[in-house]
Structure formats: C-alpha cells, structure tokens
C-alpha cells in the first residue's frame, strides 16, 4: 500500500515535469510543495497538517518564483521579419497612386506599399512605415527637413 510521503512525492515529480512544458513556474510552486510535504509527512502523520505544510510550502515558494517568472516572461521580444520594419524610413521607388499601391525601399529591399490617407505619393519621396497588413506596407509621407 502506497504511504502518504510517496503519494507527495509523486504528485510533486509529476508537477514538475508538467512544468518542463509550461512556462511560469506555477507547477513548480506545486511540486516543491508536494516534495517537501513529502518529507514532512516522515514527521508529521496527519493529514490536516500536511495539507497545512503543502499549502503554506506552496504559497512562499510561488512568492519566490514569481518575481523571477516575471522577469522572464516579460523580456520585450523584438519584431521580426517584416514587422520589424515599423518606424523604419524608406523611399518609394514606385510611385504610390491614390487608392493604390506602389513599391518602398526599406534597408535595401523593395516592399509594396500603400499610403495610410490613400493619397498619391511621388517616386524617391521619404516616407515612414505605420503598419504592416499582410505583405504590404502602410506609409506616411514624411517633410524633409532642408
């Protein structure tokens, strides 16, 4: 018959792979509380108090790892691809009619773009990169300064 500090430690080995998969730490707050209430249970033969220790085990360590979870999970990532374009400044190489679109060289590469007021954009004419839908670029023109 299985005894109270295997189930605890089951339960606890058991959380901690799951966390292996998921990020935050929350299954791992869980299986040192298991694991340690495992132990405990050696000492302390109730169940009422072992799910006091598991409990009160669980609470600090999460306290502990959430800020380091914090810290993790909010990196800033930076944008990728065509996404990392936006705020960039290009130059339209093809012309960008009114309600149409034309072509922006952004760092050497040339993107279809569309302007964000649906006005006609001259050719070599400096523009700024708002957003991006799909493949496309949306543009602003962008006063050079003399």
């Known amino acids: 018959m299985l005894e ?3 189930i605890w430690l089951g339960i606890g080995i058991l959380c901690m792979i799951i966390e292996i ?34 409990a009160l085990v669980t609470f600090i360590v999460f306290l502990f790892t959430r800020k380091l979870s914090k810290k993790i999970m909010s990196k800033t990532s930076k944008e990728t691809n065509i996404y990392a374009l936006k705020g960039k400044m ?29 006005q006609k954009i001259v050719k070599d004419t400096k523009v700024k990169i708002l957003e991006v839908e799909g493949n496309k670029l949306i543009v602003s023109e962008v006063m050079e300064e003399e």
Request: proline share 3%.
């Open 90 to 118: 290009g130059r339209v190489v093809k012309e960008i009619p009114k309600d149409g679109r034309g072509y922006v060289k952004v760092e050497g590469e040339e993107w279809s773009a569309k302007d964000s007021n649906n």
């Open 21 to 54: 998969f998921t990020p935050g730490f929350y299954f791992m707050s869980i299986g040192l509380g298991a694991v340690l209430t495992g132990l405990a249970s050696l000492i302390f033969s109730g169940t009422v108090w072992q799910i006091l220790i598991f």
């Open 4 to 6: 109270a500090w295997m």
